[in-house]
């Protein structure tokens, strides 16, 4: 890698932290796989390998799920617990994420921060209400992904992402991830995550969020809105999804056009809320 003035690898997060926080080119390497493929931001950039930090345990709780951020991606596809939780979704796009090799060298916290524009964990994060704890030198944040990434710049400052947490969909909702590609192993055009109750043939929940629909994945928040409470039909379904969708400023590039993206995107959101 070019222009790399030193390469450290701390034992401890603190030492990490410290080294962070002293050196404003330093930079934090885990998998390396993004630092490798895009290379390092900046001039005489210091690497702070974290890669053998013990942040890769993933705990599941009753009510929960804690995923260390380094695990990799592809301990993330293939761990029992997080393959049973909330129906498999974050394993199904942790899989989804990668090439096999890729996948055992990415982690987590990277897959949090690049490559986001086609990524399908971070929108199954946004729809289970995912958090995040950065860790400081003065301390730990914790915030909702979706906060994060209002403002990456702000909430990461000099600190290290460690652990991120999601709580069990509540009882009675179910959590689907659909996408459209144009080859089944090809990068997702659009990617959707969704959490969602029907009760008394109504939706009575509804958390959405995808990629594809603008640089960094989103919550669908105006799609959630008008989904709240409509006939648990699909007809009913995909057209209020619809009409929300037809206010939102869609990409227009390479991969689709806007249009095709809001031709797709509510029936993605169909199949997502009631799986049919
Ligand atoms: C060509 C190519 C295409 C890819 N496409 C995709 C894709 O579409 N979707 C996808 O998910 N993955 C993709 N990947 C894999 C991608 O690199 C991962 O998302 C991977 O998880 C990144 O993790 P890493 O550990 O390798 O990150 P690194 O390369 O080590 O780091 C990536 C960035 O995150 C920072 N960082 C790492 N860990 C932390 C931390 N704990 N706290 C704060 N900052 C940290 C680093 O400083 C760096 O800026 C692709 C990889 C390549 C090479």
């Known amino acids: 890698?070019?222009?790399?003035?030193?390469?450290?690898?701390?034992?401890?997060?603190?030492?990490?932290?410290?080294?962070?926080?002293?050196?404003?080119?330093?930079?934090?390497?885990?998998?390396?796989?993004?630092?490798?493929a895009y290379g390092v931001p900046a001039e005489e950039t210091a690497l702070v390998d974290i890669s053998e930090l013990p942040l890769d345990d993933i705990e599941a709780h009753e009510d929960r799920l804690v995923l260390g951020a380094l695990a990799s991606l592809e301990t993330l596809a293939r761990h029992e617990a997080v393959r049973a939780f909330a129906g498999g979704v974050l394993a199904q796009a942790a899989h989804a994420e990668a090439t096999s090799l890729l996948r055992q060298q990415g982690r987590?916290?990277?897959?949090?921060?690049?490559?986001?524009?086609?990524?399908?964990?971070?929108?199954?994060?946004?729809?289970?209400?995912?958090?995040?704890?950065?860790?400081?030198?003065?301390?730990?944040?914790?915030?909702?992904?979706?906060?994060?990434?209002?403002?990456?710049?702000?909430?990461?400052?000099?600190?290290?992402?460690?652990?991120?947490?999601?709580?069990?969909?509540?009882?009675?909702?179910?959590?689907?991830?659909?996408?459209?590609?144009?080859?089944?192993?090809?990068?997702?055009?659009?990617?959707?995550?969704?959490?969602?109750?029907?009760?008394?043939?109504?939706?009575?929940?509804?958390?959405?969020?995808?990629?594809?629909?603008?640089?960094?994945?989103?919550?669908?928040?105006?799609?959630e809105r008008a989904l709240r409470g409509v006939p648990a039909t699909p007809e009913a379904v995909q057209a209020a999804a619809a009409t929300a969708v037809a206010t939102l400023s869609l990409p227009d590039d390479h991969r689709a056009s806007a249009e095709y993206r809001r031709g797709v995107l509510p029936v993605l959101i169909r199949r997502g809320v009631l799986g049919a």
């Open 1 to 36: 890698m070019p222009n790399i003035r030193a390469y450290e690898r701390p034992t401890s997060l603190e030492d990490a932290l410290r080294r962070l926080h002293e050196d404003p080119r330093a930079v934090p390497l885990a998998g390396g796989t993004a630092l490798v």
């Open 108 to 223: 987590l916290a990277g897959a949090l921060l690049v490559n986001l524009a086609h990524s399908e964990l971070v929108p199954a994060l946004l729809a289970l209400d995912a958090r995040v704890t950065v860790q400081h030198l003065e301390g730990p944040r914790v915030l909702p992904l979706a906060d994060f990434y209002a403002d990456v710049a702000a909430a990461l400052g000099r600190g290290l992402i460690v652990r991120v947490d999601v709580p069990a969909p509540p009882p009675g909702a179910v959590a689907r991830c659909q996408r459209v590609a144009r080859a089944p192993r090809d990068r997702a055009i659009l990617s959707v995550a969704c959490v969602a109750r029907v009760a008394d043939g109504r939706v009575d929940l509804v958390r959405l969020a995808a990629s594809g629909v603008r640089e960094v994945p989103r919550r669908l928040a105006e799609v």
